[in-house]
């Protein structure tokens, strides 16, 4: 069974970036149709996609975002990353990787990124 | 911008049925935008409930079920248990790589 795991700081300064890895275990990276996603929570508020990755290395972000995310893949490392870059309080948040396809599944665990000084 | 609409809350009598829906603040939803459903408790990840419209994922008890009702998806919880009382968050695939989610469902069974 696919299961993956959110790595990185949980505690990131204001003007920097946010770094995370998602390690994926259990099964193949390459699957046809198969892409993988950050997905992000603020305390006490909803979901909200970030972007997804496909093992090729195509990207899809979410326009309100797009200016500050990158993401890339190593299939070889099975992982793939999340770079958010001139990070504010408002980018507090659980942040999920997750397997997609047109829908999520296989989420991770999440991991608490704390923007503060 | 294109925002995916769900009602904040709901509550429900334990053995009631609940319809949720997830539309869209301009045009239908249809099953072109392959709507998923997606169930969360404080403090866990989110658990997929349904994907491509209708289709119950691994071990979700058949009382979920989705559909299209008019201008939009739909998730349907009949006879609602204690333990359904959680965050009900649906998403839409807008196609070329987007993907949107709704504000999420507040459902407490009481």
């Known amino acids: 069974q696919l299961q993956l795991q959110e790595s990185g700081p949980g505690l990131v300064k204001p003007s920097e970036t946010l770094s995370l890895a998602c390690t994926v275990s259990?099964?193949?990276?390459?699957?046809?149709?198969?892409?993988w996603g950050w997905i992000r929570q603020p305390p006490g508020k909803g979901l909200e996609w970030i972007g997804s990755v496909h093992h090729s290395g195509n990207t899809y972000y979410n326009p309100s975002l797009r200016s500050r995310v990158s993401m890339s893949v190593d299939t070889s490392k099975r992982e793939f990353s999340l770079k958010l870059n001139s990070v504010t309080a408002a980018d507090t948040a659980v942040y999920y990787c997750?397997?997609?396809?047109?829908?999520?599944?296989?989420w991770g665990q999440g991991t608490l990124v704390t923007v503060s000084s | 911008q294109t925002v995916v609409t769900q009602e904040p809350s709901f509550s429900v009598s334990p053995g009631e049925t609940v319809t949720l829906t997830c539309g869209l603040t301009s045009g239908s939803v249809s099953s072109s935008y392959y709507p998923s459903w997606y169930q969360q408790t404080p403090g866990h990840s989110p658990r997929t409930l349904i994907y491509n419209t209708n289709t119950r994922s691994s071990g979700v008890p058949d009382r979920f079920s989705g559909s299209i009702l008019g201008s939009k998806a739909a998730l349907t919880i009949t006879g609602a248990q204690a333990d359904d009382e959680s965050d009900y968050y649906c998403l839409l695939y807008m196609g070329s790589g987007l993907w949107v989610l709704g504000g999420g469902t507040k459902v407490t069974v009481l």
């Open positions: 259990g099964g193949s990276m390459t699957t046809t149709g198969y892409y």
């Open positions: 997750a397997k997609t396809q047109s829908w999520f599944d296989s």
